[in-house]
């Protein structure tokens, strides 16, 4: 079975401590905090970005986020950003955690980072939770349950929640293709390839936005969290890092990057990270059927989708990597993340050929 979202946490790591009595009174003059002393503190291993722990104090369990140590952008570690959107987000999307408190004193830390509540319940990493794992009919009514959040989340008024400022409007689709390229030649390590055919094509044949609306843009299984009581029913949807205002299809795109299907291949399954293969799951080509009947949104080239969410995620991963690359983590977890980002560009290249019916 799927564990608790609390038992997941380990011991932290050397390279990510911090000073915990210091954290600790901070949230004292913040927050109504239980007991008296400093929590125990376990880091969450999941995570390849921000980072996250467990505070555990007597009677309540916070989660604290930060960026990795030595990280300087923060627009692509936006502590305050991450806080905002789920604090206007929960009065009309009871999905996110409740947020605790915000500190951008670096005087406490030595980087900005906020506090969250716990969400209770299980997420579906390797495996499904009791209840779901081994009966086709429950995981796909769990799997349909994830998407129908997914479609919820596309139908929220960014202005009448208070995100109407989150990004940019119109120009969604053009703007990712050309950030998202410029990023990967500024990530590039010598043993990984160029993706210029594959950025090249992206930039020709981009389609005109579907749509402006709030999107997650990490929708994946293993940020989700299932009802302890109800595994088939969803109670929270984690890590808002990259939450903005764009194309909903981009976002779904993105989502099903991570979907590895039980027909696929040896190299896709690589980069399993969740169980989205097993029997009662939708396929990746039903997960945008559904999609499309849920929200009656056409869904067009679904192959332009389908390489930009694979090419954006050969982007994170070569981000990551760049850091093991230049020993700025030491976590061996990313070692070989290189060989990822080349079977991604492969993929890419072979969508491509069967869309366009021309070798790459």
Not at 78 to 94: K, N, S, T, Y
Not at 158 to 170: F, H, M, N, S, T
Request: aromatic letters at 10%.
């Amino acid at each position: 079975m799927s564990l608790d979202t609390a038992a997941e946490a380990r011991q932290v790591r050397g390279e990510d401590t911090f000073d915990v009595e210091a954290v600790d009174g901070w949230l004292r003059e913040h927050a109504d905090i239980p007991g008296d002393g400093p929590p125990e503190v376990r880091q969450f291993s999941g995570g390849a970005s921000n980072l996250t722990y467990l505070l555990r104090y007597p009677g309540r369990d916070l989660i604290l986020r930060r960026p990795p140590p030595g990280v300087k952008a923060k627009s692509a570690h936006d502590m305050g950003r991450e806080f905002r959107v789920q604090q206007r987000l929960a009065p009309v999307f009871p999905y996110v955690p409740e947020m605790v408190g915000f500190c951008d004193d670096p005087a406490v830390l030595g980087s900005d980072f906020y506090v969250m509540g716990r969400v209770e319940g299980t997420i579906p990493r390797k495996q499904l939770p009791d209840g779901v794992a081994g009966n086709p009919e429950a995981t796909r009514a769990m799997c349909t349950s994830v998407i129908d959040r997914l479609c919820d989340l596309h139908a929220i008024d960014p202005v009448a929640a208070g995100l109407g400022d989150l990004g940019k409007g119109d120009g969604y689709v053009a703007r990712q293709v050309d950030g998202w390229s410029r990023r990967y030649r500024d990530a590039k390590t010598w043993n990984v390839p160029s993706f210029d055919r594959v950025m090249a094509w992206l930039d020709e044949h981009q389609p005109a936005d579907v749509a402006t609306c709030v999107i997650h843009n990490d929708f994946r299984l293993d940020n989700v969290v299932l009802a302890l009581d109800d595994p088939m029913r969803v109670v929270g949807i984690l890590d808002w890092e990259m939450a903005t205002l764009g194309d909903p299809l981009m976002d779904l795109g993105g989502a099903l990057a991570y979907w590895v299907q039980a027909d696929d291949g040896r190299g896709m399954r690589l980069l399993q990270r969740q169980p989205t293969d097993l029997p009662g799951m939708l396929t990746r080509e039903e997960v945008v059927a559904h999609y499309a009947r849920r929200t009656g949104r056409e869904v067009g080239d679904w192959a332009f989708y389908e390489v930009f969410g694979l090419f954006r995620l050969a982007v994170i991963v070569q981000q990551i990597y760049r850091r093991y690359h230049l020993k700025q983590t030491r976590n061996p977890a990313f070692r070989n993340f290189w060989v990822a980002v080349h079977y991604l560009d492969r993929r890419c290249r072979r969508i491509i050929r069967t869309d366009s019916g021309m070798s790459t």
